[in-house]
Structure formats: C-alpha cells, structure tokens
C-alpha cells in the first residue's frame, strides 16, 4: 500500500512547514499529484487520517488535483495526453521519440490555516 508511505512523507512535509511557520492548526491540504503515481484517493486520506493524529494536521481536508500526463514529441514538438498503459507515440507524427513532461508530479501545493 503505497498511498501509506505517501500519506507519511505527506505529513511530515506538513508538519515541519507548520512547525517553522508556527502554524497551530492546517484546515486543507492541497497536494498535485501525477496521473503515473496511481495513487488511491482513499486509500491517501485513510493513511493520512492515522498518521496525522497529535499533530497541527489533524482532521484536515486532502484535496487532491490529478495531474494528467502529457507527453512532449521530439520530432515535431507536439504535446499530448497518452492514455496510461499504450504505447506513447506522438499523435501529430507518429514519432515514438517522446519525452514525458508530466504525470510524476507529488507535490505540496498549498495549506490552509484554521484561524
Ligand atoms: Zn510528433
């Protein structure tokens, strides 16, 4: 279950901005998160509900925005959204010759305070 070591990694990320800003109370979490990472909204919450008891984060909101993955062609510089699991070649030309630009993401977006 992997959305455990992500819901840890999560709050501790959390934690220390709350610590070093001196921030009591976090209402709502907003975190970016690749369409690559599958990861499990529910799964992410029900970690983060047990990991974040006694802490600044208890009880807080995870909104979660997907990031979807796009890939960027070599060849003539198009962007494009693969579905997950095909192949990844460049809708404009055909070209297999793609970079992916994004859909790793798991960043902290942003927090919301309780006043
Ligand atoms: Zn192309």
Known sequence: MH????AQSIVEQ????????????ISTIRLRIGALRAVVPE???FGFEVLSQDTPLAGARIVIEEIPIRITCHE?????SPEPGLAWLCPACGSAVVEMTSGKELQLDSLEVED
Not at 14 to 25: I, M, T
Not at 76 to 80: D, T
């Open 3 to 6: 959305e455990l070591a992500i």
């Open 14 to 25: 959390v934690e220390e901005v709350a610590r070093s800003q001196g921030l009591a109370k």
């Open 43 to 45: 799964a992410l919450e």
């Open 76 to 80: 003539c510089g198009a962007i494009s």
